[in-house]
């Protein structure tokens, strides 16, 4: 499973969702990206943005079960509740505040007046809890309702107020919009107008573009929306953005050598990222909360045994595995967290750390170890990754089954629970949202069920102390690898690449989890 939400957490193995934060050491000869903002910003041009192994099903915020695997798509055309501003800090954005009561479990967030949907249609606060009620109804499969843990539907209890009430206290409840269906508002009176099918491919939303047109999974263009509500600042500055996937990573580079394009997204070759800013593009290294690790599924055999889980993560080799593959340009973790997330702690004493004799020692008391390792299929980066896992694996004795999939069939076998292992990337800036999602009893890709792991997600949850809340994730992570929950490999960064051509304008920077499209703008627009 792999957050393939840009950055705030986007790519695929099983490219799901998530999101990042504080700044990490940037990509030997990396740019600056927003360092210099010109006086004058123009306003004009058509951005042409490569996304590398990207997919989309479709572009409603219920509809599409990746939700923050599109999440560049979704902010734009949509706009957000809540954002990332600098330093990846949660502020509002179409909501202006928010305030708990009730001991966490009861959050009321105000919704900004006068706001109006790209063709005209009030944006109001019954709109906001009707869309945030449909994105969680049972029926879609969203991959973020987890995140939610509501009590009863989200009501406008005012004008310009929706107020949620929670099945338990949820400090963290707020950072949970970020990269997920509930940031997104739906146009009601549109979405019954159009119906379904024909909104889910050019959805009306309140966010700085709107929709053009959509061949899905290949490229999607946007205009400027006249109705944004930051039009009375000039925003956004772009007359449009063209999204186009592509398959490989050089193609991505190539066509912005050539001036064709002017962005990309999720190019992770390390050398070829290396190699760019000589060739005058800058290269952007968000902030990375992101964790490279393997979920291991505890209610299967083999790893319903701790020694079978024992063996394949002694038998795993993460140093080697990033030197080899990545140039050494990720670090490696011990534990769920990455340098980026709210209480990262880069070293754990339980960690079983690489021990090849000890893997072979396991397999043996085992009497033979025969593994399914699944991976997704949109770029070679997934499956060459899991190759080397096996190879690694091999050599201690373990019979590995690589299974390569597409990103449905990934969704198919978590969600029916018939998997073993399956290489995954996930991140939050609070742990709060990413580690329940896999080691809560309930989490949705969650191959354990532990009730003491449980009880402190929910300690956690019940306050907002940040002192107390490290400690307790401390206790986590120690007891994760106490019983070898995952194997941990490295903390993953997403990179963005631009040309010259292309203005930050605060919109994309080192320091910055998600790009603001609306700020973004292009020189001789």
């Given at each position: 499973m792999s957050s393939r939400v840009k950055r705030l957490g986007r790519t695929t193995s099983l490219t799901l969702v998530a999101v990042m934060v504080a700044a990490t050491g940037g990509l030997s000869g990396a740019g600056t990206a927003g360092a210099a903002v010109p006086a004058a910003v123009p306003n004009g041009g058509m951005l042409n943005v490569l996304d590398v192994g990207t997919q989309w099903p479709n572009i409603d915020v219920a509809a599409d079960t990746q939700d923050a695997a599109d999440s560049d798509f979704m902010n734009a055309i949509y706009g957000q509740l809540f954002e990332l501003a600098p330093?990846?800090?949660?502020?509002?954005?179409?909501?202006?505040?928010?305030?708990?009561?009730?001991?966490?479990?009861?959050?009321?967030?105000?919704?900004?007046?006068?706001?109006?949907?790209?063709?005209?249609?009030?944006?109001?606060?019954?709109?906001?809890?009707?869309?945030?009620?449909?994105?969680?109804?049972?029926?879609?499969?969203?991959?973020?309702?987890?995140?939610?843990?509501?009590?009863?539907?989200?009501?406008?209890?005012?004008?310009?107020?929706?107020?949620?009430?929670?099945?338990?206290?949820?400090?963290?409840?707020?950072?949970?919009?970020?990269?997920?269906?509930?940031?997104?508002?739906?146009?009601?009176?549109?979405?019954?107008?159009?119906?379904?099918?024909?909104?889910?491919?050019?959805?009306?939303?309140?966010?700085?573009?709107?929709?053009?047109?959509?061949?899905?999974?290949?490229?999607?263009?946007?205009?400027?929306?006249?109705?944004?509500?930051?039009?009375?600042?000039?925003?956004?500055?772009?007359s449009g953005i063209t999204f186009t996937a592509v398959g490989a990573d050089q193609s991505a580079a190539s066509a912005l050598e050539q001036g064709t394009d002017q962005m990309a997204q999720l190019i992770s070759t390390i050398p070829l990222l290396q190699s760019l800013p000589s060739k005058g593009l800058r290269v952007t290294q968000p902030p990375s909360t992101f964790t490279q690790f393997i979920a291991l599924n505890e209610g299967n055999a083999p790893f319903d045994n701790i020694k079978a889980r024992e063996a394949v993560a002694y038998?795993?080799?993460?140093?080697?595995?990033?030197?080899?593959?990545?140039?050494?340009?990720?670090?490696?973790?011990?534990?769920?967290?990455?340098?980026?997330?709210?209480?990262?702690?880069?070293?754990?004493?339980?960690?079983?750390?690489?021990?090849?004799?000890?893997?072979?020692?396991?397999?043996?008391?085992?009497?033979?170890?025969s593994v399914n390792l699944s991976t997704t299929t949109n770029t070679a980066y997934w499956t060459t990754e899991v190759e080397a896992l096996s190879t690694m694996w091999e050599a201690a004795g373990i019979k590995v089954n690589q299974q390569d999939n597409t990103l449905q069939q990934m969704l198919a076998i978590t969600f029916n629970h018939t998997w073993q292992a399956i290489d995954s990337n996930w991140g939050n800036l609070d742990p709060s949202i990413s580690d329940p999602e896999f080691f809560e009893s309930n989490g949705p890709f969650s191959g354990v069920k532990d009730p003491t792991l449980d009880k402190l997600f929910a300690e956690s949850a019940s306050t907002a102390s940040k002192s107390a809340r490290a400690k307790i994730f401390k206790e986590i992570n120690n007891r994760e690898d106490q019983n070898v929950d995952a194997v941990w490999l490295y903390s993953k960064p997403f990179f963005d690449v631009s040309t010259k051509a292309l203005i930050p304008n605060g919109g994309l920077g080192n320091n910055l989890g998600t790009v603001r499209w609306e700020d973004l703008a292009l020189k001789n627009a």
């Amino acid at each position: 499973m792999s957050s393939r939400v840009k950055r705030l957490g986007r790519t695929t193995s099983l490219t799901l969702v998530a999101v990042m934060v504080a700044a990490t050491g940037g990509l030997s000869g990396a740019g600056t990206a927003g360092a210099a903002v010109p006086a004058a910003v123009p306003n004009g041009g058509m951005l042409n943005v490569l996304d590398v192994g990207t997919q989309w099903p479709n572009i409603d915020v219920a509809a599409d079960t990746q939700d923050a695997a599109d999440s560049d798509f979704m902010n734009a055309i949509y706009g957000q509740l809540f954002e990332l501003a600098p330093g990846n800090k949660v502020v509002p954005d179409e909501a202006t505040g928010y305030h708990f009561s009730n001991n966490y479990q009861t959050v009321t967030i105000n919704i900004r007046h006068g706001l109006k949907f790209s063709n005209g249609d009030p944006f109001t606060a019954a709109n906001v809890a009707w869309s945030i009620n449909r994105d969680l109804e049972p029926q879609w499969g969203n991959i973020g309702d987890a995140n939610f843990p509501l009590q009863g539907p989200v009501v406008a209890s005012g004008p310009y107020t929706i107020t949620a009430n929670m099945k338990h206290p949820d400090s963290a409840i707020i950072d949970a919009f970020i990269g997920e269906a509930p940031n997104w508002t739906a146009d009601q009176k549109a979405l019954t107008s159009m119906g379904e099918k024909a909104y889910e491919q050019k959805p009306i939303g309140a966010g700085p573009f709107e929709v053009v047109s959509n061949a899905a999974s290949s490229k999607l263009v946007l205009k400027k929306n006249p109705n944004y509500w930051g039009a009375s600042k000039g925003l956004p500055h772009l007359s449009g953005i063209t999204f186009t996937a592509v398959g490989a990573d050089q193609s991505a580079a190539s066509a912005l050598e050539q001036g064709t394009d002017q962005m990309a997204q999720l190019i992770s070759t390390i050398p070829l990222l290396q190699s760019l800013p000589s060739k005058g593009l800058r290269v952007t290294q968000p902030p990375s909360t992101f964790t490279q690790f393997i979920a291991l599924n505890e209610g299967n055999a083999p790893f319903d045994n701790i020694k079978a889980r024992e063996a394949v993560a002694y038998a795993t080799d993460a140093a080697a595995l990033t030197k080899n593959l990545y140039h050494g340009a990720f670090p490696i973790v011990e534990d769920m967290s990455g340098p980026g997330q709210e209480f990262y702690q880069q070293k754990d004493k339980y960690f079983p750390a690489y021990d090849l004799a000890k893997a072979k020692a396991l397999v043996q008391q085992l009497g033979g170890l025969s593994v399914n390792l699944s991976t997704t299929t949109n770029t070679a980066y997934w499956t060459t990754e899991v190759e080397a896992l096996s190879t690694m694996w091999e050599a201690a004795g373990i019979k590995v089954n690589q299974q390569d999939n597409t990103l449905q069939q990934m969704l198919a076998i978590t969600f029916n629970h018939t998997w073993q292992a399956i290489d995954s990337n996930w991140g939050n800036l609070d742990p709060s949202i990413s580690d329940p999602e896999f080691f809560e009893s309930n989490g949705p890709f969650s191959g354990v069920k532990d009730p003491t792991l449980d009880k402190l997600f929910a300690e956690s949850a019940s306050t907002a102390s940040k002192s107390a809340r490290a400690k307790i994730f401390k206790e986590i992570n120690n007891r994760e690898d106490q019983n070898v929950d995952a194997v941990w490999l490295y903390s993953k960064p997403f990179f963005d690449v631009s040309t010259k051509a292309l203005i930050p304008n605060g919109g994309l920077g080192n320091n910055l989890g998600t790009v603001r499209w609306e700020d973004l703008a292009l020189k001789n627009a």
